[in-house]
């Protein structure tokens, strides 16, 4: 990404254009906005607008009609929107809007359930659907000063996402983040996930993680 960023930024150059400024609204990890005051997922109406801008490479001896490389910034990447606008496609306005309450109130319900929960550390305030936590196992509680409590709490997350998928319950995606350990990260995207799912999730990271 940073790579195809960069021949943007040079083809952009030539054309006259000093500098690029990129924001996120809704980071892969986090589900993190950067402080922006408006909406920056970016729609035209503009016919061959996007391939204008991003059209950089003079050696494509071929019909590029069919091309995506061309349309947006990712170059050889399919164009994510267009995954988003089937779905919006498919379910409409209200539809989607819908969709997408239920699953930012799902994720709040979950977030509020686990953070009064023993065990359960939320590692931020979700923003988006994203809901990082890290979860210890009584054996845990209480340790926070011992010399060994962040390395045993690295490996919970990856020992409960290993028996939740062997037994074919579920799975909760887990990763570190810089300074942080393994946390647990549950991005929701199914709006048909309720109340009774939401402590399933909860009750199975408990059962998975009794022992460990």
């Known amino acids: 990404m940073l790579t195809t960023l960069g021949m943007y930024y040079q083809s952009q150059r030539r054309r006259g254009v000093l500098f690029i400024v990129c924001a996120t609204a809704g980071t892969t990890v986090l ?18 607008l996007l391939k204008d801008c991003n059209s950089c ?14 349309k947006h910034l990712q170059c050889g990447r399919r164009a994510d929107v267009l995954k988003f606008w089937t779905m919006w496609k498919a379910k409409g306005t209200k539809g989607l809007t819908k969709h997408i309450e239920k699953l930012f109130t799902m994720s709040k319900l979950f977030a509020d359930k686990i953070r009064s929960r023993d065990g359960f550390t939320l590692l931020l305030e979700p923003e988006c659907t994203n809901v990082c936590f890290w979860y210890a196992p009584p054996s845990l509680r209480g340790h926070e000063d011992n010399p060994d409590y962040t390395t045993r709490l690295h490996a919970v997350a990856p020992r409960i996402k290993e028996r939740m998928v062997k037994e074919g319950t579920m799975m909760i995606t887990y990763q570190p983040l810089r300074e942080r350990h393994n946390f647990f990260r549950l991005v929701l995207q199914n709006s048909q996930v309720n109340e009774d799912d939401i402590d399933y999730f909860v009750r199975q990271i408990e059962i998975h993680g009794s022992d460990l």
Request: aromatic residues 16%.
């Open 57 to 70: 490479l003079p050696d494509k001896f071929y019909d590029t009609s069919y091309d995506t490389g061309d």
């Open 31 to 48: 589900g993190a906005y950067d402080p922006i005051e408006s909406e920056p997922v970016f729609l035209t109406r503009h016919v061959g």
